[in-house]
Every structure is written in C-alpha cells, then in structure tokens.
C-alpha cells in the first residue's frame, strides 16, 4: 500500500534553532514530492517541489532533501522564526494513472521566543 | 495577486440537509482539486478535475457527493443529504499542468470552508 509517514508529529523549538521534520514514503511508481505549509485556519502553501531526479531544493530557510533510493525526505528550518509555527504536510505524487497524491498526516511545528 | 476563492467560509447545517460549496479557481489554470481535512484523516484527495473533465473522484462518497465544474471559473462540492461525519474542512485548489515535466504542476489553495452538519 502507497503510504507517506512523517515524524515527529509535533516539534517544539526555540526561536533561532534550526530543526529537520522526516518524511517516509512507500509510494511507486514516484513522480514527485511536496512540502506544504499550512498556517492555522488557512490552506496549504506549497513550499517546495522535487522530482525523482533532484535531491534538494531550497526555498529561502527551507530546504528540502530527497533520497530516492532510500524513499526519504526532510524539510530543514533554519534560524527558525516565530511565523514557522505551522503544520508541515508532506505529499507524493505518483507516477501513474490519474497521477494520485498520497497525502502525509503532518509535522506541527510550534516555534517558542 | 491571483488566488482561489472559497465560499462559504463557514457552514453549519442540520443532517440531511443539502450543501453547496463553491470555488473560483485562479483565471488560467487548468487543474481543480476538492480536498477535505479533518484532525483524524488530514487531508484527503475527493475529486480531481483537468480542463473541467472529472479525471478522478475515487476518494468520493459517490452516494452522497458531487463535484462538477459547469465552467472554467467555478467548482462546486455538493453534499446531500449532509451527516455529522462530512463535518471538517473543504479545501479547493486550482493548479496549471503542463506537458513540460512531472514536477510543474504547483496547486495553489483556498482558504477553505469549515463545514459543520449538527
């Protein structure tokens, strides 16, 4: 079954540290994979986006890794700041019919002064 | 500065009752997706629409569920009859595909409607 783990489920971190959230995927055939940011009562941003063949993409403090080989990511927040407390959601595409998104269950992520 | 709107923003409806909801995709992308969260699923695939054709609706309640897009610039998620358990937020997001790659096609999302059938 195609599933899209992530740990930790919640993470609280001081202002300025850094922190690595993990995703774990089962999805295949893969074509891409997603970090969403989604701000409390609000819709998911789109942070980053990679294909199979790139193995990191950075978005300002966000930096996210992929290894295809081993089926992992990670979302790196540098120098975090209090408007990174949000719920981080990673999303897998697969590369097939009706091109599916497996959804992950999400990091929530509170950044403390 | 385009964004997908959402309306309503907030329901709340009696079971059994018929609800509508309503999404305005950005002017020029060609992709539609409905999703549906709720704290013990997350987010949900409910329906997936390219250049207005239903392409997928498997993460549907067929018996209770529709989506269509009647025209480029408008969605619609309709529930009926509604149950205490469709209770959860409704996202809409629109995005652009193109032929050019796996990876181009970033979904853009509403603010959602908050649905609560009593």
Same mark, same amino acid.
């Given at each position: ?113 | $500065? ?46 997936? #629409? ?12 067929? $018996?209770? #569920? ?7 610039? =408008?969605?619609? =998620? ?7 358990? $469709?209770?959860?937020?409704? #996202? ?12 181009? $096609? ?13």
């Amino acid at each position: 079954k195609n599933q899209v783990e992530q740990s930790p489920q919640s993470l609280i971190i001081l202002e300025g540290k850094n922190c690595t959230l993990q995703c774990n995927y089962t999805v295949s055939p893969f074509s891409n994979l997603r970090w969403y940011k989604q701000d409390t009562g609000r819709g998911p941003v789109s942070l980053t986006i990679m294909t199979f063949s790139e193995n990191t993409k950075s978005n300002g403090r966000y930096t996210a890794t992929l290894d295809a080989d081993t089926k992992q990511s990670s979302l790196h927040i540098t120098a975090s700041q209090l408007s990174d407390s949000a719920s981080y959601i990673c999303v897998v595409k697969w590369r097939a019919a009706g091109n599916k998104l497996t959804f992950g269950g999400g990091t929530r992520v509170l950044v403390k002064p | $500065d385009a964004r997908v709107t959402q309306t309503p923003r907030h329901k709340v409806t009696e079971m059994g009752q018929e609800v509508t909801m309503r999404c305005q995709p950005i002017l020029g992308h060609n992709t539609v997706f409905w999703y549906r969260q709720t704290m013990m699923q997350g987010l949900e695939l409910l329906a997936y #629409f390219r250049n207005r054709a239903p392409l997928d609706d498997s993460g549907m309640p067929k $018996d209770r #569920f529709s989506a269509e897009m009647p025209d480029a610039t =408008l969605a619609t =998620l309709k529930i009926q009859p509604s149950e205490p358990r $469709d209770s959860a937020v409704y #996202f809409c997001a629109s995005g652009l595909e193109t032929n050019t790659g796996p990876g181009t $096609d970033t979904q853009y999302f509403g603010p959602g409607t908050r649905l609560t059938v009593l």
